[in-house]
């Protein structure tokens, strides 16, 4: 935040919220409920492993989850959205959090893939965005393939814990083999071809729709901006949140959306401005649709 802010014009920052076009909001909110729509979609496919949910079934778990990350650091509503669900249906929480777990890697290989196309389609491309994605996508390609060679030699993995686990005491020993058990149970919808394919298609079609909600915001402060340099933002976005983070991701949005747009001439009130619409468009619709959600669950 104070990256963000550093050396702005906070008159300037006022008038430019105070004149928005705040009519884009509809279309922003458009693309909010098609994001949410598509990734509640999406981890449906990666629950078949466990059985089959309908959209009724899985969204308020998914919804509390990311209000829980609005108002929890660290992305603990990730945790939050799984013991709800475990609970909810009577499956194991360490199992349901593996499905997130495969989840990450889709959502940041989609995010690479717009990346990719935005290197082509921007110029002059900004050196120090090349970098961080560079970074990102070796990490990224690191967890594919540890997460292949788990799902492709699961007795070896469950060999070595026994070796290791020993000297542990029997209920410790139990539980690790119910972890690595829930780990291969999770991760199993990457073993077909059909479920995989559908799994990127919904992630590339969900990361879109953030794209939109970008060019929205940036549109309401009369800033029209491509589709390339917009998707470079989620990236940037995309990397930013792979550490752990305020709750709601307040202070990280606005250090993204001026890092990521100065190098193409948009001012840093302008990005600012952009970054609080966004910031706020997500947090206050999610936020009281999770806290919904949450208090006709049952739980507490």
């Not at 949910?53 to 650091?73: C, E, H, W």
């Not at 929480?93 to 196309?117: G, K, N």
């Amino acid at each position: 935040l104070v990256y963000a802010l550093w050396g702005v014009d906070f008159g300037k920052l006022g008038r430019l919220l105070a004149g928005a076009d705040y009519r884009l909001l509809a279309p922003f909110l458009a693309f909010l409920f098609a994001f949410f729509l598509l990734t509640a979609l999406n981890w449906n496919v990666i629950l078949r492993s466990q059985g089959r949910f309908t959209l009724a079934q899985s969204a308020p778990a998914m919804l509390i989850g990311f209000a829980g990350n609005n108002v929890l650091p660290a992305h603990l509503g990730e945790l939050v959205r799984s013991v709800v669900f475990g609970r909810q249906y009577g499956l194991s929480a360490s199992a349901v959090f593996m499905t997130l777990v495969v989840e990450r890697p889709l959502d940041v290989f989609a995010i690479l893939v717009y990346y990719q196309l935005s290197v082509v389609l921007v110029h002059p491309f900004p050196e120090s965005i090349r970098v961080g994605a560079g970074a990102t996508a070796a990490v990224v390609a690191v967890a594919i393939v540890g997460i292949v060679v788990f799902l492709s030699f699961p007795r070896a993995f469950e060999r070595l814990w026994e070796r290791i686990a020993a000297p542990l005491p029997a209920a410790a020993h139990a539980r690790g083999s119910r972890l690595l058990h829930n780990a291969v149970l999770g991760l199993s919808a990457l073993k077909s071809p059909a479920w995989l394919a559908l799994m990127v298609a919904y992630a590339l079609a969900k990361w879109a729709m953030a794209g939109g909600m970008v060019w929205c915001s940036l549109r309401a402060f009369d800033t029209s901006m491509g589709f390339g340099v917009c998707m470079i933002v989620v990236a940037v976005f995309a990397v930013a949140v792979t550490l752990p983070t305020a709750p709601g991701f307040f202070g990280t949005v606005q250090a993204v959306f001026v890092f990521a747009l100065g190098p193409f001439g948009v001012p840093q009130e302008t990005a600012l401005a952009a970054s609080v619409l966004y910031l706020v468009g997500n947090w206050v619709p999610v936020t009281l649709a999770g806290a919904l959600c949450f208090a006709t669950s049952g739980l507490h």
